[in-house]
């Protein structure tokens, strides 16, 4: 009995708001629209998205940026009763019930129809993902993941999903959320390989994007084919003659760096220096202008000088790294963080420990404001700083750095990840030395 009812009172409901969204249409056709597309996004959605995203998508929504037309079709899907306008942050609301049943009301291809719109419209506002546009990216990020996760569940394939796609991953890549960005990877890459073959260009884009993932991961076997392979594509569109000579050659001095890194990771450290040397060779000569390229290329050779123990070329990179980054990058950036931790690294083991600890508290403070508590990068910094404050002897200080780093890592990595295995590692080092110095302690007790 209980079901019959309630299977009664929802066919009622989903009647009620089709006659609903039917009298919405008569009114306003593009009021009846964005409610259609509102129930493919998150709950909580960006009023940019509506406003600005769907210029492009043609039919109601061609006069959508004459202001007039705008706030007319606002406010008459406001006055339906499926939706709430908060003027104050600039957002759209639709409860996920609301959400079902217009989604109900729709055919299957409707509802495939209306995915692409919804993705296309998130697409034409997610900005760049770098650090500058974080905020506005975070903002998307909900209704960016519920357009991608119904592209992969419903295999749907154009390169406007492909991109949404790789954008969305790079942002959940940047801030360290890898389990989330891999499968958005993946897919993109399906996608532009189905769409427009296996050596294209954005191809490259692409595979760069998930073997770096797959590096930070810690599994490097899987991401050196990547590399490589994106490598030879941007090698061949060089050798045809484009009119994008900058573009190409961008791509393809990231490529060396990225190789570079990797070996380096592996510790193949005469591998991997002229990988790095032939994206200097771009970054400085002229062959691209992005200077941001250049600094992070100073920086990892740097860090590969320092693995060698060449400590004389491993300063003189540090410091034109950071000088690099102070001038064309906003004070607290994640990279200027990078450099002073490394730095702070490389004065350490050149005894110069005076100068040790203000680079590496500034470093995880940059991380922790920039990046957020749970970041690995963070951990990263932790481990370093608790390295520190064990040689000083100050364990108290060492220990909950530590245990705080252990639980970042593992929460973000395999168990077998290179970081987890070093701060594991010095982390019972730590534990060790408490231990002897309590023993020590005691026995000083006893004696006197």
Same mark, same amino acid.
């Given at each position: ?19 609903s969204?039917?009298?919405t249409?008569k009114?306003?056709?593009v009021?009846a629209?964005?409610?259609?597309? /509102? %129930? ?13 995203? &769907? ?14 037309t705008?706030?007319? =079709?606002?406010?008459?899907? /406001? ?8 003027p ?7 409860n ?34 770098k ?5 506005? /990216?975070?903002r998307?990020?909900p ?6 996760d119904r592209?992969i ?12 796609l ?17 499968p ?29 993932l797959?590096? +930070? ?16 594509i ?10 994008? +000579? ?18 380096? %990771?592996?510790?193949l450290?005469?591998? =991997? ?12 000569g ?6 941001s ?16 123990r060449?400590?004389?070329? %491993? ?15 906003e004070p ?6 990078? &450099? ?5 690294g ?10 040790v ?7 995880? %403070?940059?991380?922790e404001n ?17 390295e ?16 705080r ?8 990595f ?29 026995k ?5």
């Amino acid at each position: 009995m209980t079901k019959k009812t309630t299977k009664k009172n929802h066919d009622t409901i989903a009647s009620d708001f089709i006659i609903s969204l039917v009298d919405t249409e008569k009114i306003n056709p593009v009021s009846a629209d964005f409610l259609r597309l /509102c %129930a493919f996004y998150a709950e909580n959605i960006p009023e940019e998205i509506l406003k600005e995203g &769907t210029k492009d998508l043609g039919e109601h929504f061609e006069g959508i940026s004459d202001p007039t037309t705008w706030e007319n =079709a606002l406010t008459e899907a /406001c006055n339906s009763g499926f939706l709430h306008h908060d003027p104050s942050h600039n957002m759209v609301t639709m409860n996920y019930s609301i959400q079902n049943f217009l989604r109900q009301g729709l055919s299957k291809s409707e509802q495939h129809d209306w995915v692409k719109k919804a993705a296309q419209s998130v697409k034409n506002v997610f900005p760049e993902v770098k650090f500058s546009n974080w905020t506005q /990216c975070q903002r998307l990020l909900p209704s960016a993941k519920a357009c991608v996760d119904r592209i992969i569940k419903w295999g749907l394939a154009s390169e406007d999903n492909a991109y949404l796609l790789n954008i969305t991953a790079n942002y959940l890549h940047e801030k360290g959320q890898y389990a989330q960005a891999k499968p958005l990877y993946k897919q993109a890459l399906a996608i532009r390989e189905q769409i427009l073959g296996k050596e294209h260009i954005k191809i490259a884009e692409t595979l760069n994007d998930l073997a770096s993932l797959y590096h +930070v991961q810690g599994k490097y076997l899987q991401a050196k084919p990547l590399y490589e392979r994106a490598l030879e594509i941007v090698e061949k569109a060089l050798s045809q003659e484009p009119s994008d +000579v900058k573009v190409l050659y961008e791509k393809k001095g990231t490529s060396f760096n990225n190789l570079g890194s990797l070996h380096k %990771a592996q510790r193949l450290f005469d591998e =991997a220096k002229p990988y790095y040397e032939k994206a200097l060779e771009i970054w400085e000569g002229g062959l691209c202008d992005e200077k941001s390229n250049l600094a992070a290329t100073l920086n990892n050779l740097g860090g590969l000088y320092e693995a060698q123990r060449d400590y004389e070329h %491993a300063e003189p990179l540090y410091d034109r790294a950071l000088e690099i980054w102070k001038e064309i990058l906003e004070p607290g950036h994640p990279s200027i963080s990078a &450099t002073l931790n490394n730095l702070g690294g490389l004065y350490k083991v050149m005894g110069r420990d005076e100068e040790v600890q203000p680079l590496m508290e500034q470093a995880l %403070a940059i991380r922790e404001n920039a990046l957020g508590d749970e970041h690995p990068d963070v951990a990263i910094s932790l481990n370093n700083l608790a390295e520190l404050y064990k040689i000083s002897g100050e364990y108290s200080q060492a220990k909950p750095m530590y245990e705080r780093a252990l639980k970042i890592l593992r929460n973000s990595f395999d168990p077998n990840h290179p970081h987890i295995i070093m701060c594991t590692i010095n982390y019972k080092n730590a534990l060790s030395l408490i231990k002897s110095s309590k023993k020590r302690r005691k026995k000083h007790r006893k004696k006197k």
